[in-house]
Nanobody, 127 residues
């Protein structure tokens, strides 16, 4: 079993930045692909970013490309989401997820591909 705990959310003004962290426990996630998703009130959960377990591949939703950066530190069993130039439409609960994979460069952008999920952290961007 893998437990994921997100942190780093909060209230920020438009144009500001935040860095989310996702700490894994239970077992190492160094061979898991990792992803970030978000869900705004009244909307479906959507993909934000993903990173392969080798960190050799990353992928982003078009809405965050160029503003968000996903990274990982396998030694710390932690994944990060650095968010810049935040917009009110980025307001959502952000979830971290882990996907078992045999392939070091695999990325996944859909929820059912992921095996473990965190509880989420709230990000609120004021205009």
């Amino acid at each position: 079993q893998v437990q994921l705990v997100e942190s780093g959310g909060g209230l920020v003004q438009a144009g500001g930045s935040l860095r989310l962290s996702c700490a894994a426990s239970g077992r190492t996630v160094s061979t898991y692909a990792m992803g970030w998703f978000r869900q705004a009130p009244g909307k479906e959960r959507e993909f934000v970013a993903a990173i392969s377990w080798s960190a050799g591949s990353t992928g982003y939703a078009d809405s965050v490309k160029g503003r968000f950066t996903i990274s990982r530190d396998n030694a710390k069993n932690t994944v990060y989401l650095q968010m810049y130039s935040l917009k009110p439409e980025d307001t959502a609960v952000y979830y971290c997820a882990a996907a078992r994979t045999y392939y070091s460069y695999s990325l996944y952008s859909t929820g059912p591909d992921y095996d473990y999920w965190g509880q989420g952290t709230q990000v609120t961007v004021s205009s």
